[in-house]
């Protein structure tokens, strides 16, 4: 996972190097996550918020950071038969992407690591468990003239030979950095 990570690091970079213009900028936004497969068995919707930062590279494209906080509640039925108050996942994506934009949308292949975590509160006892996954997504949307953004975005986290998806649908705003 690491020579992954630092291979898309130098691709970034070497990237960067031969670009002539291209827009920077900083956005953030909210997030409401939709469980699919597996992990629609487990929990609900879920709602977060995001981070991204944004490279130009060329006229029309821009490598891209991604890293957010979204937290799905889990099941009434599962909380009830683990015998706990409350019990919730919480996913946090460390995504490296290049966003190609096309007339006012854009399609975005993103590539990185997730950080995933479960909270059980038993009274006032609480137990975290947290893992790391190999994770992977596509998002698409339109970044509009003032800088507001509206998207969707599929996500998959993968270990061991099984995967957590989920589809999110966002807005968010991007502040443009002048270079």
Known sequence: MKKVLLLLVVLTMSLAGFSQK???????????????GD?????????????????????AGQMTFTT???????KEEIRVASGVDKVNVRIT???LG?????????????????????KATLGSVSATESDGAFTYGTAFGA????????GASYR???????????ISINIGYNFSLRR
Do not use: H
């Open 93 to 95: 994506p460390l995504l």
């Open 68 to 74: 957010g906080y979204s937290v799905f509640k889990v």
């Open 143 to 150: 970044a509009l003239q003032n800088g507001l953004d509206i």
């Open 22 to 36: 291209g827009k920077n900028a900083v956005g953030i936004g909210a997030e409401v996550g939709i469980p699919i």
């Open 39 to 59: 992990f629609s068995s487990l929990c609900g919707v879920g709602v977060g918020g995001y981070f991204k930062a944004l490279y130009g590279v060329g006229s």
């Open 98 to 118: 290049y966003r190609q934009n096309f007339s006012g949308f854009y399609l975005e292949p993103q590539l990185g690591y997730g950080l995933l975590s479960a």
């Open 156 to 166: 998959s986290m993968s270990k061991d030979g099984s995967s957590t998806s989920w």
